[in-house]
């Protein structure tokens, strides 16, 4: 019977003579870079670029590894499974615990500590979501998870109709953020000064349009340049 050590010796041995060495660590290392980059990193779309990327690398690792293997497979498979799963896993589970990161990160507070009509209009659309505030000057909305983020510079800005807009806006990415890819959930859904080509985006609006106005989401947008 084969103990767990004599699986990892004879696993580094195959390894050592494929001479696929150099490549492996060539690739780890990538991964690794990724990774960092995406911990670090404070722009959405950089982290969700380098987050996938260092998924590729790590799977093409894997498939170094694995076609590097001679002797035995076994632990090779079982490191692959086991990587499946919990990456999977953090793929699935992040887009729902993601804005509660994000409430550690901006010091988010619920809007009704100091006005009660955005948190009753969110709840007037039939969404369950919770409207949040946070204390910057840049005029800022997004969305993450179930969860709405306004900056004290956005509600300085604009009136009570253009919030509306803004409100609904971010509403329907909330309402139909199941049915986007996976990967596009990690992404914060935001609010621009320049209307967006992307299609959600654009449904966002039509959305925004129907329940306030037209006038309301230009009138927004318009203040944000
Ligand atoms: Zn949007």
Partial sequence: MFSIQDE???YIACINEGGL?????IS???????FTIYFKSRKPLTRLSSF???QLFIISAIAEIVYAMQCSQMLSIEIYLGYVTLSTAIILLLPRVYYKVLIKRHDARPITEIMDWPQEFVNGLDTKSNVYYYDSAVPRAFASGKAIFLSLGMLELVDETE???????EVWHIRYNSRTPILRQLALMSFTKNRSEDEL???ADMFAEKVVSRNALESARAKMS
């Fill in 201 to 203: 985006e654009t449904l």
């Fill in 8 to 10: 990892v010796e004879c």
């Fill in 163 to 169: 919030l509306k807009a803004i409100l609904a806006h």
């Fill in 28 to 34: 780890m290392i990538l991964a690794l870079l990724m």
């Fill in 52 to 54: 996938v990327a260092g």
């Fill in 21 to 25: 060495l150099p490549l492996i660590g």
